[in-house]
């Protein structure tokens, strides 16, 4: 069982009690009324959906509710690190998950089949 | 001839545990969901005659309530069926929510030397006095369900959850009873 730290519960709580909440560091544009088509799209429907470190959005919602960031690896399934709502991307302690990573991941995927 | 309608509780009538665990329902209590910011908590806790609990996981009881941290603005606080625990809100006189929920969960107690482990069926908190001493509580999960979960003695628990869910729950720590009496 995968543990996940909550920076409001301040410890370590089983993934049963989290729940994903999408894409990390999407910013509502200021006046969206006046922005196009493909800018709403844009900013509405399309996501990253990256390979190797990806910030992410996670609610705590059985626990104290709350949302926060992560930033994770989706290959290994690992959380890099967690942290409040509201605070910048937050840079990731030193762990392997790179971009130069990511391509090995690439190279090493027709094996893995 | 008048007919007095008379509430039932969800758990009447239901038995369960084992050698090492005793699983009750726990008799009807006023409860309040109360959401507040920190520059309000003070006048609250005045209000309701405790202090509110401040640091995760944690609860603090007074003047015959308990209140438990479910979150960093959110409490759950237990006291006395009719115990006038809204109004108590209502005089601190600051910006909060409360809501009355006294009916809307029901508590069941267990306890025993087994109860740690009966719970540990269904929920993935560390149990342990360490990770989780005496008054320490927290919202989590309990197989399917959501429950508040309160450490009321060494050997003894108070599961918060909701009406509709407490068959259910009774239910799977029923399992969970039986299942600690073998392993003690
Ligand atoms: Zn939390």
């Known amino acids: 069982m995968l543990l996940i730290h909550c920076p409001y519960c301040e410890e370590d709580r089983s993934e049963l009690e989290f729940r994903w909440a999408g894409e990390a560091h999407i910013a509502r544009p200021e006046n969206i009324a006046a922005i196009s088509d493909e800018e709403f799209a844009e900013y509405f429907f399309l996501r990253n959906n990256e390979k190797g470190l990806t910030y992410e959005r996670w609610r705590h919602i059985h626990g104290c509710g709350r949302f926060f960031n992560a930033a994770r690896d989706t290959v290994s399934d690992k959380f890099l690190a967690t942290y409040k709502a509201g605070m910048p991307k937050q840079p990731v302690p030193q762990t392997g998950a790179s971009e130069k990573t990511v391509e090995t991941y690439e190279a090493t995927e027709g094996d893995a089949r | 001839m008048v007919e007095m309608a008379t509430r039932t509780l969800p758990l009447s009538g239901f038995h369960g545990g084992s050698s090492a665990v005793r699983i009750e329902a726990a008799p009807p209590a006023g409860r309040i969901s109360l959401r507040a910011r920190a520059e309000d908590v003070a006048a609250l806790s005045g209000a309701l005659g405790l202090d509110l609990p401040v640091k995760p996981k944690t609860s603090v009881s007074g003047s015959g309530r308990t209140a438990l941290w ?115």
């Not at chain 2, 409360?98 to 149990?127: E, F, K, M, W, Y």
């Not at chain 2, 001493?133 to 108070?158: D, Q, S, W, Y």
Request: hydrophobic share 50%; glycine share 10%; aromatic share 8%.
């Open chain 2, 70 to 184: 479910l979150g960093p603005d959110e409490w759950l606080v237990v006291g006395d069926l009719n115990g006038g625990l809204m109004q108590a809100a209502a005089n601190a006189g600051v910006l909060h929510s409360a809501t009355d929920v006294s009916h809307r969960n029901t508590a069941i107690l267990v306890s025993g030397p087994g109860a740690a482990a009966a719970i540990n069926a269904g929920c993935p908190q560390d149990l342990s006095l360490k990770a989780f001493p005496v008054g320490a509580c927290a919202r989590t999960i309990f197989g399917k369900v959501e429950i508040v979960l309160l450490r009321t003695a060494e050997e003894a628990f108070r599961v918060e959850v909701w009406r509709s869910f407490s068959d259910y729950a009774f239910g799977l720590l029923a399992e969970g009873a039986r299942d600690a009496a073998f392993s003690l």
